[in-house]
């Protein structure tokens, strides 16, 4: 079956070679590393992380449900903390502590546009306080749109192939954490909104992951009908 042809300066990668829309970012900028994300009706697709670090940032902040991620997902725009320590993260506290607890000095996230819709995400950081330029933040906008189609790819690839492999480092599909957060709306009669802060906060409080706690309920051994408020 023929390649679906890359978008121009960006090399698309094979089937299970994600880690190539990571590294241009980290070539291109002075950061340690980057993941990219995809959404959908389906849920979010990490695509690809630089390494374990990249991945567990990207991870933090899908859990506590804030960080740079989320703001460049609701506004569309580039948002830029060079220096966690700071206090330009104030609006993100928990965030902010546990990134810089792991070793990260700065982060930022690029929204993935196509057309005027923003499909993805990608974040980077630096284990040091990063200051990025008008230039390199221009370039960076450039090169994630030029990367959405790609990614919008291999989310796709990824959603329709059984076997395809999983990132090592961070799952490709949070299917699960969808499907559990869809059981604990049917489980409390409550919202979807509500049901997923349920489940962060209980993975928060039991130091347990959002992914693990999401198997549990899918996998019917946890019912939050059943846990005392």
């Known amino acids: 079956m023929a390649t679906e042809p890359a978008p121009p300066g960006i090399i698309f990668p094979g089937a299970f070679d994600r880690g190539t829309l990571c590294s241009p970012f980290v070539e291109l900028l002075p950061v340690d590393g980057a993941s990219i994300s995809v959404f959908s009706l389906s849920g979010q697709s990490t695509i690809c992380a630089s390494d374990a670090l990249a991945a567990r940032s990207e991870t933090l902040q899908f859990e506590l449900g804030e960080g740079p991620h989320w703001e460049a997902l609701r506004n569309g725009i580039p948002v830029l903390c060079p220096d966690l320590g700071d206090g330009s993260a104030s609006e993100w506290p928990t965030f902010r502590e546990a990134a810089r607890s792991i070793g990260i000095g700065s982060v930022f996230a690029f929204p993935m546009k196509m057309g005027a819709a923003t499909v993805g995400i990608v ?81 928060f409080v039991t130091g347990t992951s959002v992914d693990d706690i999401a198997r549990e309920v899918v996998g019917r051994r946890l019912d939050f009908s059943t846990l005392s408020d």
């Open 123 to 203: 974040d980077l950081y630096a284990t040091t306080p990063v200051l990025l330029d008008a230039g390199m933040i221009a370039q960076t906008v450039t090169l994630a749109a030029r990367t959405a189609p790609a990614a919008a790819h291999q989310a796709m690839y990824a959603a329709n192939d059984e076997l395809s492999v999983e990132n090592e480092l961070a799952p490709a599909m949070r299917r699960e954490v969808h499907q559990a957060t869809g059981m604990i709306q049917a489980q409390l009669d409550t919202t979807a909104t509500d049901a997923f802060a349920r489940l962060r906060a209980h993975a």
